[in-house]
């Protein structure tokens, strides 16, 4: 995907590296980067963090836990139980933008369309 984006920017585009959310390597074609004048930053919570002190932590936590139950929700996609698990895996492969897939103890738990 990152190669993709570099062919597509425009001259002199920053391209930012942010988190793992596939499972495919970040591979960039050096003759598009250094022709296009292309720079790269990356960015990762962890280090960020490092970054501030304690009560601005707090406060950043506060923050956060203030948006969940508004704009950090996450959608559920499906249910599946644990006997169904690797179907599970295969479908938040397939869907990745499509929701959660949970995978529950209890098959009570699964709606019908799971």
Not at 4 to 25: C, H, M, N, W
Not at 82 to 102: C, F, H, P, R
């Amino acid at each position: 995907m990152t190669r993709q984006l570099a062919v597509a920017a425009p001259f002199g585009s920053t391209i930012l590296l942010y988190a793992r959310l596939s499972d495919e390597k970040c591979i960039i074609d050096a003759a598009t980067a250094l022709i296009k004048n292309l720079h790269f930053d990356g960015w990762f919570l962890a280090n960020w963090l490092n970054e501030k002190n304690l009560l601005q932590v707090l406060k950043l936590s506060q923050q956060a836990q203030s948006l969940l139950a508004t704009d950090l929700q996450s959608r559920i996609h499906k249910r599946f139980p644990l006997s169904a698990a690797q179907k599970g895996i295969e479908t938040y492969v397939n869907y990745m933008s499509a929701g959660k897939i949970l995978l529950v103890a209890n098959p009570q738990e699964v709606t019908l369309d799971g």
